[in-house]
């Protein structure tokens, strides 16, 4: 992940890697040609894994928006695009705001505050969890069960067994069905107890006239869940590190606080959360010059995309004024990232809070901790001194 961070990217667009027996995509025209072509690489990649990779565990296939391909993938979406409409969205900003005033008021009166835990993890987790319906008291419990999922900081590879990855992957199913049995029993009481709330929308739901299964809701909610914190705490945080580390900007930014949108760009590209996206290939097919047979997986690594020089100039750099900037790192196409706008919402309301409360806030000398995972982009600890 270092090297991600250092800003480089291989010669190669695209490449096998013999370690893993997976394509690697590098290359920005490469990953925007495989996102755009569904048809050629599915997101259904658990259909090629081994059966002694997936363990009985394709229950988590069905529902599962990120890895469904059409005409399923376009039902499932269309029903839940109607619960993230541009209005319920921008709806969610007092609510943000708020929520962003009460975390720093508690971290203030202490007198310190460390970025991840004290805003970036609660405020989005909490968003989204009021949201689904599920108790926002409850996330110390989603942290665990997603921390633990991040925790296996090696390669996954199909080709060499290791003792250490199958103890992750045991670890990320165990996790994944204690999250599962969870979500299932709010689920089931939406059934009996409707409320106001996506659980309950989603159990209610109609797909050409026929209700999704609990296991389709639990799956779906899973990845909102998942999917709807951790990214933006990355977002959070590694916008406050780009422009700590580039003061001129910093200054910018407060001056003028339009700017804060075009800066919040600029790290989901020179950052890029989400690093890396899998896909199938249904058919062979020829990439980056390089053949690729069907039914191989590729890692599409948008994080090295958003680095391609062919695409950005300047592409090692962190510019807050970059325009256009049509970096993917929330994807592309039918995937396109159903909570953009809310990410979104959410970087600019606390950011802008965070700048107006503390007018003197620098990262802590002391330095931020990454997460180890290679395919994420994100810190889990940024201290930050409040004053000069
Ligand atoms: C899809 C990144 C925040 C929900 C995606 C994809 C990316 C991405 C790259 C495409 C995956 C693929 O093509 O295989 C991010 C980043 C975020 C963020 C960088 C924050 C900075 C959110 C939030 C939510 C969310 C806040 C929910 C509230 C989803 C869902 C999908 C998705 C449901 C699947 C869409 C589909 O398959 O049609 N995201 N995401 N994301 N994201 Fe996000």
Not at 172 to 178: D, K, M, Y
Not at 182 to 210: C, F, I, N
């Amino acid at each position: 992940q270092q090297f991600w961070l250092r800003g480089q990217r291989p010669e190669e667009p695209v490449r096998f890697d013999p370690e893993t027996g997976m394509w690697n995509v590098y290359g920005y025209p490469e990953t925007v040609r495989v996102l755009g072509e569904p048809g050629t690489f599915s997101s259904d990649t658990l259909r090629v894994l081994p059966d002694s990779v997936m363990r009985g565990n394709k229950a988590m296939r069905e529902g599962n928006l990120v890895q469904m391909d059409e005409p399923d993938h376009k039902k499932l979406r269309r029903l839940v695009s109607e619960a993230f409409t541009p209005k319920v969205v921008a709806d969610l900003e007092p609510r943000i705001a708020a929520l962003t005033h009460e975390l720093l008021d508690a971290a203030a009166q202490r007198g310190h505050l460390e970025l991840v835990a004290d805003l970036a993890y609660p405020l989005p987790v909490i968003v989204i969890a009021e949201l689904l319906g599920v108790p926002s008291s409850d996330r110390d419990l989603f942290k665990q069960w997603v921390d633990k999922m991040l925790e296996f900081s090696g390669q996954f590879s199909l080709v060499k067994q290791s003792a250490e990855q199958d103890r992750a992957l045991e670890i990320v199913f165990e996790q994944r069905r204690q999250l599962t049995e969870y979500l299932a029993a709010h689920a089931t009481e939406r059934v009996q107890r409707p409320r106001e709330d996506l659980l309950t929308k989603l159990v209610q739901a109609e797909v050409d006239g026929e209700r999704l299964t609990t296991n389709e809701v639990v799956n779906f909610a899973t990845v909102l869940l998942i999917a709807g914190h951790i990214t933006t705490t990355m977002l959070l945080g590694n916008t406050v590190l780009c422009l700590d580390a580039h003061p001129e900007q910093m200054a910018r930014v407060r001056a003028d606080r339009r700017r804060l949108a075009g800066a919040i760009e600029e790290s989901l590209r020179f950052l890029s959360p989400f690093a890396a996206v899998g896909r199938a290939t249904t058919v062979e097919t020829a990439l980056g010059g390089v053949r690729i047979p069907a039914d191989k997986l590729l890692m599409v690594w948008i994080a090295a995309a958003n680095r391609d020089e062919r695409q950005f100039a300047r592409p090692d750099e962190y510019d807050a004024s970059r325009d256009p900037n049509p970096h993917v790192a929330f994807g592309r196409g039918i995937h396109f990232c159903l909570g953009a706008p809310l990410a979104r919402l959410e970087g600019r309301v606390a950011l802008g809070i965070l700048l107006d409360r503390f007018p003197d806030l620098r990262v802590d000398p002391a330095g931020p901790e990454f997460i180890p995972s290679p395919n994420m982009t994100g810190v889990r600890k940024l201290p930050l001194l409040l004053a000069s």
